[in-house]
C-alpha cells in the first residue's frame, strides 16, 4: 500500500469550529490512477492539502510508504514534498518572473542538483511533453494547455512517488482538457505513476480507473472504472 | 552562489523602479556618510599640516612678564631666560626627559644689506640642533654646525624669499649668494645655506651661529629662547606634569611664583598634539554617528520596501515551499537580495561621495586662509582612506542584512498553503 489513510479528522476552528473529514480512512495502491470527486465543501481540498503534507490533521495515521507523516517540522515536510510529491494545480502556480525551464527545475535547485545537470534534465522532460522550443519562455507567453505541461514537468522532475493534481483541467478548455487528462493517463499506463486527481467533473474523472466520492468529509462510494464509463455524459467527452 | 545571483538578479529586474527608490535612499545615506568623513578628515589633515614643520616631541620655552607680586618683587617684571635655565635642563634633574637642548640668543632685529637692496630680518643665534627641532628645511648650502660654533664663525642662514628679495634688481638666482658677504646691522656675515620659506615659515628670521651672536650681543648670559626635545612622555597628564615640573624650577630660579603662568610660556608639542588627536578622535566618532544616523534611514527604506515585496511574492514562496524549498533557503534569498541591494546601492553612494570629496580637494582644499601672521588651508586632502572604505562595506553588509531580516522571517514562514490560496 503506497498510501495508507486511517481515521483521519480535520478541524478547522474558526468563529464556528468546522469539523471538515470525519474519519476517513483510504488505501491506494502503487501505480494506480484514482481521482477523488466531490462537490466544493465536500472536504476533497482538505484531503488534498494531507496528502500534500500542506496541512496537518487532527488525528488519525496517514503513511505514505510505510512512513508516518505525522506532526514533521516545516524542513522535514519540505523535504517530503520536494522528493516524495509532484503537485499539479488548477491555476499552474508557476513563477511569472522565471522561463519554463527555470521554472521545471527548480525542485532540483532545492534538493541541491548541480546547475548544468539540473537544466539537462529539465530541457529532457519539457521535451517529452513537447515544449523544448518554448523552454526560454515565460509563462505569461504560454498558453493555458502549455502552462500545465510545464507543471506537469516539474512535478515529474524529482521522480517523485506520487503525482497530486488539484483540479488540473479547471482553467483549460475542452480541448486541451483531454490533452492533459490523456497524459496523466499515459503517465500512469506507461511509468506505472501513482497519480492522485482531485476534481468534481466526472468527466475529468472518468479518465481515472478509480473514483473515490467524498461527501460531507466522508467517503462514500468507490468505483471501479476500468472502462471508463463512468461519466453520465458519455465517454471521451468533458463537459465543461 | 550562481543561482542565488540569478533569482536575486530576476526578481530586481522585474521591480526597478522600486529596486532604484530603495537603493536611493542607502546611496543618499553612504554619500552623506563619505562626504562627513572627508570633509572631517580634510579638517584634521589642514591642522596637522599645518604644524608639521616642528619635531613632535619638542618643547619651546621663553620668557614672559610676571602677573603676581612674590619674594618680595611686584608683578609685571620680565623674566629673561638665561645659561643657568639652559644647564638646569640639560642638568641631571630632568635628564630622565629631557634630551637635547638647544638654547637661542633672542631675535635682533637687523637690515641685511647686499648691493643697493636690503631687507630687516630677525636675527637669532642657535645652535645646530635647532634645525632638527624646529625642521628649518635646508634649499641650499647647510645650517649652522658646530665648528661654526665652537670658532665663532660669522656664518649666516637665511630664507629663500630674503634671498630673492636682496637679489631684487640682479640676474642672479639665490643659490648665487652662497659664500657671498652680507652686511647685517655694524657686522658682516658670510651666507651659509637658504632654507625653504613658505607660509607657515615666512623667512623673516635669519640664523647665525649661537656663539657669535652672543658674543656679538655683548649681553653674556641671557638667552632668547630654549628648545629641547622629550622622551617617555607619552600622556596628556605626563607632558602636563612635566610642564609643570620643571615650569616652577626654572621660575624660581628668576623669583618668580611658581604658580604665575605669564611669567614662563611653555609651548609642549607633544601635549598639543595628544590634545588634537582627542580632538581629532571626537570629531571622528561624531561624524560617524551621523553618518550612521542617516544609514539608518535608508536602512529602514531597505526593510520597508523588503516587506511590501515580501508581501506580494507571498504566493510566490507558496509555491516555492510547496515544491520543496525549505524555510532557511526562503530567508536565504531574501536577506541575500538585501544585501545586494544594500551594497550595491551603497557602493554607488560611497563612489559619488568619494568623487565629491575629490572635488572638495580640487575646490576648498586649495584655499587658504589668512590669520593674520600666516597662512593655513581649511581643508587639506580632505579624503577617505581604503581602511574607510572597507569598514563602510562591512556597514553596508550588516546594515543589508539586519534590513533584509524582519522581511525574511515573515517570507520563510509563509504556509505554502495558504500562500497558494492568496491569488
Known sequence: MLIELKDINKTYYGAQPLHVLKGVTLGIERGEFVSIMGASGSGKSTLLNILGILDNYDSGEYRIDGKLIWNLSEKEAANYRNRLIGFIFQSYNLIGFKTAVENVELPLLYQGVPRKKRRQMAMDYLERLGLKEWAGHYPSEMSGGQKQRVAIARALITKPSIILADEPTGALDSRTSVEIMELLSELNRTENMTVIVVTHESGVANFTNKIVHIKDGMIGEIEANARHDASPFGAGGIMK | ?423
Open chain 2, 1 to 423: 552562489m550562481r543561482d542565488l545571483i540569478n533569482e536575486i538578479w530576476s526578481t530586481v529586474s522585474g521591480n526597478k523602479l522600486r529596486t532604484a527608490l530603495t537603493g536611493f535612499a542607502v546611496s543618499w545615506g553612504i554619500f552623506l556618510l563619505i562626504c562627513l568623513l572627508g570633509a572631517g578628515n580634510g579638517l584634521m589633515n589642514a591642522f596637522m599640516g599645518n604644524s608639521d614643520d616642528f619635531v613632535k616631541n619638542s618643547v619651546q620655552v621663553w620668557g614672559g612678564f610676571t602677573s603676581k607680586p612674590y619674594a618680595g618683587y611686584k608683578q609685571g617684571r620680565w623674566i629673561r631666560l638665561d645659561k643657568g635655565d639652559a644647564s638646569l635642563l640639560s642638568g641631571a634633574e630632568f635628564s630622565e626627559n629631557i634630551v637635547d637642548v638647544s638654547p637661542t640668543t633672542s631675535g635682533r632685529n637687523v637690515n641685511l644689506v647686499y648691493g643697493t637692496n636690503s631687507v630687516r630680518v630677525s636675527l637669532v643665534g642657535v645652535n645646530p640642533g635647532f634645525s632638527n627641532i624646529n625642521k628649518v628645511n635646508m634649499s641650499e648650502g647647510r645650517f649652522i654646525n658646530p665648528i661654526d660654533i665652537s670658532e665663532r664663525r660669522k656664518g649666516i642662514v637665511i630664507g629663500t624669499n630674503t634671498a630673492k628679495a636682496l637679489l631684487e634688481g640682479t640676474r642672479m638666482q639665490p643659490k648665487d649668494l652662497i659664500g657671498k658677504w652680507l652686511k647685517a646691522g655694524d657686522q658682516a656675515f658670510v651666507v651659509t645655506g637658504l632654507f625653504h620659506t613658505d607660509e607657515s615659515r615666512m623667512g623673516g628670521e635669519a640664523f647665525a651661529p649661537f656663539s657669535t651672536m652672543q658674543v656679538i650681543e655683548g649681553n653674556g648670559d641671557n638667552l632668547g629662547t630654549i628648545v629641547f626635545t622629550t622622551r617617555g612622555l607619552e600622556t596628556e597628564k605626563e607632558n602636563e606634569d612635566f610642564n609643570q615640573a620643571f615650569g616652577s624650577r626654572i621660575k624660581s630660579r628668576h623669583d618668580a611664583d611658581p604658580t604665575d603662568e605669564r611669567a614662563l610660556w611653555i609651548w609642549n608639542r607633544k601635549l598639543g598634539n595628544l590634545r588634537m588627536t582627542k580632538a581629532q578622535n571626537i570629531l571622528a566618532t561624531f561624524l560617524w554617528i551621523l553618518g550612521v544616523l542617516t544609514l539608518v534611514s535608508g536602512i529602514v527604506g531597505v526593510s520597508n520596501i523588503m516587506l511590501i515585496s515580501v508581501k506580494e511574492r507571498t504566493h510566490e514562496f507558496g509555491i516555492r515551499k510547496a515544491i520543496g524549498a525549505k524555510p532557511g533557503a526562503i530567508l536565504k534569498l531574501i536577506v541575500a537580495e538585501s544585501v545586494t541591494i544594500t551594497a550595491v546601492f551603497g557602493y554607488i553612494g560611497m563612489l559619488l561621495g568619494m568623487l565629491a570629496c575629490e572635488v572638495m580637494d580640487r575646490t576648498i582644499g586649495q584655499n587658504s586662509v589668512n590669520v593674520g601672521f600666516t597662512e593655513i588651508h581649511i581643508l587639506e586632502n580632505p579624503t577617505v582612506g581604503l581602511s574607510v572604505a572597507l569598514e563602510a562595506t562591512l556597514l553596508l553588509i550588516v546594515a543589508g542584512t539586519i534590513a533584509g531580516l524582519a522581511p525574511a522571517r515573515k517570507a520563510s514562514r509563509v504556509k505554502p498553503i495558504e500562500a497558494l490560496r492568496a491569488e
